[in-house]
C-alpha cells in the first residue's frame, strides 16, 4: 500500500532563517506531488505541483521553492523565513484524475 | 484564476439529523470532484469523488450531488454523528499539464454536530 511521510510535525524558525521541509511517499512510482499551505480558518492554497522528477510548477509567486531530486521525493524550502510564511503545509501525492493523499501536516510558525 | 468556493463557511446540526454542505466551482472544464474531511490538525482525508459524466454518486452515509448546469456540488451526509464533526472541502481538478491534473480547494465548511 501507498504511504506519505512528511516532517516534522512542528517547527518554530526565526524569521530571516532558512526553511526545509521533506516529503516522501512509498509505494507507488511516478506520482504526482503537491505541495499546499493552509493559513488558520481558511482553505488549502497550492503552492507547487510536480509530475515528475525536476519538473516544478508554481502556483503563487513567494518567498518559496519546491524540489524533487528523486522521483518519489518533494522538498519545500525558503532561503530567509518572513512572518507571513506561517501557517499548516501540507504534501499530497496522486494519480493523473484521482483523488489526492495528503501527508499529516507540518505546523509551521515563524517568530 | 478560476477557483472552487463554497456557499457557507459554518453549519450547525442536530446529531442524527442529515447535513448538506454546498460548493460552487467556476472551472467548465473541470472533469472531476472530490470531497474531503479535515479534522483539527490533520491532512484531509477522501471522502468521496465524481466524474462529470454522472450527476450522484452515493457512499457508505454520503452522497455527492454534481450539477454541471449551475456549477454545484454538494455533500449530503446522512443520519450524522459527532464524529462527521470537522472542516469539509471540496475540491476539483483542473489540467495542470500533459495528462496531469492539479487539485484546486474551496475554502471549506465547518461542520459542527450537536448532541
Known amino acids: 500500500s501507498q504511504t506519505i511521510h512528511q516532517w516534522p510535525a512542528t517547527l518554530v524558525q526565526p524569521v530571516g532563517s532558512p526553511l526545509s521541509l521533506e516529503c516522501t511517499v512509498e509505494?507507488?512510482?511516478?506520482?504526482?506531488l503537491y505541495w499546499y499551505r493552509q493559513a488558520a480558518g481558511r482553505g488549502l492554497q497550492l503552492l507547487f505541483y510536480?509530475?515528475?522528477?525536476?519538473?516544478i510548477s508554481s502556483e503563487v509567486p513567494q518567498n518559496l521553492s519546491a524540489s524533487r531530486p528523486q522521483d518519489r521525493q518533494f522538498i519545500l524550502s525558503s532561503k530567509k523565513l518572513l512572518l507571513s510564511d506561517s501557517g499548516f503545509y501540507l504534501c499530497?501525492?496522486?494519480?493523473?484524475?484521482?483523488?489526492?493523499?495528503f501527508g499529516q501536516g507540518t505546523r509551521l510558525t515563524v517568530v | 484564476g478560476e477557483s472552487v468556493g463554497l456557499h457557507l463557511p459554518t453549519l450547525s446540526v442536530q446529531e442524527g439529523d442529515n447535513s448538506i454542505i454546498n460548493c460552487a466551482y467556476s472551472?467548465?472544464?473541470?472533469?472531476?470532484f472530490i470531497w474531503y474531511k479535515q479534522e483539527s490538525g490533520k491532512g484531509p482525508q477522501f471522502i468521496i469523488d465524481?466524474?462529470?459524466?454522472?450527476d450522484k454518486r452515493q457512499g457508505q452515509r454520503v452522497t455527492v450531488l454534481l450539477n454541471k448546469t449551475v456549477k454545484h456540488l454538494s455533500l449530503q451526509i446522512a443520519a450524522t454523528q459527532p464524529g462527521d464533526s470537522a472542516v469539509y472541502f471540496c475540491?476539483?481538478?483542473?489540467?495542470?499539464?500533459?495528462?496531469?491534473?492539479?487539485?484546486?480547494f474551496g475554502k471549506g465548511t465547518l461542520l459542527t454536530v450537536n448532541p
Open positions: 499530497a501525492w496522486s494519480r493523473a484524475r484521482t483523488e489526492a493523499f
Open positions: 509505494g507507488t512510482s511516478n506520482p504526482n
Open positions: 465524481i466524474r462529470s459524466n454522472m
Open positions: 510536480s509530475v515528475g522528477i525536476g519538473q
Open positions: 475540491a476539483e481538478t483542473g489540467r495542470g499539464g500533459g495528462s496531469n491534473y492539479k487539485l484546486t
Open positions: 472551472n467548465s472544464a473541470s472533469d472531476y
